[in-house]
């Protein structure tokens, strides 16, 4: 088997893994801490449950970059072991909490090592034929997917089975033999001494200098929308479900099958449309996959029923499946050599402010024009987004065709 081949197979399992841990917490977080961690009162179980969940986000959008530029210099898979192996030894530890403030500290410590993600993609961008780049980039963003959907799942059904603190260790250990599989399997072709040669540009001169490529802030704003689009409406789905299907009966279920509903079809289409784009390009299935994502938020709006916003977000989701390996692939095309960490890094920092911002800004459309403006707002943002997209990835397409023409 072809060396880029391996590389895939062990970070499509890294990054489902490292997923899973990080959403498994989702269905008994709030009873972790009732049950574990002496928080009675209802209103500060909500309010630890919020800062914990979301402490991880806020300290990884910080230190993203910095773990990039040390890629850029160092090398990817030493990266990803940090980040593998620290995640591992952290998860483990969140298992012997005893007390919500030890759980924040932990997260936080979490988001300030990860990176896993950022490194996994920037290593198979490395070692990936370029006629193969898509459909590498949408198998790996379908483990990511796969994490996320059956993560939850998993937590919930764990949790019932042997209890809260078994599942950190349990999740920790197998972190840590994907992050030990990796360290034997993957292999990268990285030049320290050409990297060391490079001009040591601080975070601020990389940021300026990746903002000064326009399809760069494109792509980035594409991966910002997805999260924002994605997440903000999340926390408002149960009452839209309730409001749809007009009894309580069952509407945890259909709160969350709905919620899911996307995220399956998207890791399906991932690898298929990843490599459609290696053989008609990454910039025309970016474009259609987000006019196609932007139509089916209207839709979604105007449902009657839950069957009918269940069917729209499974079409949708196929859809988005097109955008981040497409997303991924670009910016590995358009970023300079020797700032392929930063870039992904920085993509990644977007992805993280997506997830902070989305329920903040879902909550206060929703309760200025409803739930119904949250999706008008993010079909509204996703055709601007596409209209910006085609201003500079497509026309720059065009462009570079018509000098190989002449040429």
């Not at 780049?133 to 379908?142: E, I, V, W, Y």
């Not at 078994?166 to 320290?192: H, N, P, W």
Request: aromatic share 12%; glycine share 12%.
């Amino acid at each position: 088997m072809e060396q880029w081949k391996k590389n895939l197979i062990v970070l499509w399992f890294g990054q489902f893994l490292v997923m899973a841990g990080m959403t498994m917490i989702i269905p008994f977080l709030s009873l972790y801490l009732q049950s574990d961690l002496g928080v009675s009162d209802p209103h500060e179980t909500a309010t630890w449950a919020g800062i914990i969940f979301a402490g991880n986000f806020v300290t990884a959008f910080l230190f993203q970059p910095l773990w990039g530029k040390l890629s850029d210099r160092y090398g990817r898979k030493i990266m990803l072991l940090r980040s593998g192996f620290g995640m591992a030894i952290v998860m483990i530890c969140m298992g012997f909490a005893t007390s919500p403030w030890h759980l924040l500290a932990l997260r936080l410590i979490n988001g300030t090592i990860s990176g896993f993600s950022p490194a996994s993609i920037s290593l198979i961008s490395a070692t990936t034929p370029k006629s193969r780049m898509g459909f590498a980039m949408g198998t790996l963003q379908s483990g990511a997917i796969a994490g996320t959907i059956l993560g939850p799942l998993m937590g919930g059904l764990l949790a019932d089975w042997i209890g809260f603190r078994s599942i950190f260790y349990i999740t920790g250990t197998f972190i840590f033999l994907a992050s030990l599989l990796a360290m034997f399997v993957v292999k990268e072709s990285f030049d320290r001494v050409q990297a060391a040669a490079m001009p040591n540009m601080s975070l601020i001169e990389g940021f300026r200098q990746l903002g000064r490529i326009p399809q760069l802030a494109s792509l980035f704003a594409v991966t910002f929308l997805i999260q924002f689009a994605m997440i903000g409406p999340m926390p408002l789905m149960p009452l839209y479900v309730q409001e749809l299907h007009g009894t309580a009966v069952n509407l945890a279920f259909w709160a969350g099958f709905v919620g899911s509903a996307a995220g399956l079809s998207n890791m399906i289409a991932a690898p298929l449309l990843g490599k459609l784009s290696d053989r008609i390009g990454q910039e025309w299935v970016l474009g259609v996959s987000l006019i196609g994502a932007a139509v089916l938020f209207i839709p979604q709006a105007m449902a009657t029923t839950v069957w009918q916003l269940l069917l729209f977000r499974f079409l949708q989701g196929m859809f988005l499946g097109g955008l981040i390996p497409s997303v991924n692939a670009l910016i590995r095309k358009f970023t300079p050599d020797g700032m392929e960490g930063r870039a992904f890094s920085m993509n990644s920092s977007t992805l993280s402010i997506g997830n902070m911002i989305g329920p903040i800004v879902g909550g206060l459309i929703s309760g200025w024009i409803g739930i119904e403006g949250v999706f008008l707002t993010s079909a509204a943002l996703f055709f601007i987004n596409a209209i910006w997209v085609r201003q500079t990835l497509l026309a720059r397409s065009r462009d570079e065709r018509g000098i190989k023409q002449l040429e």
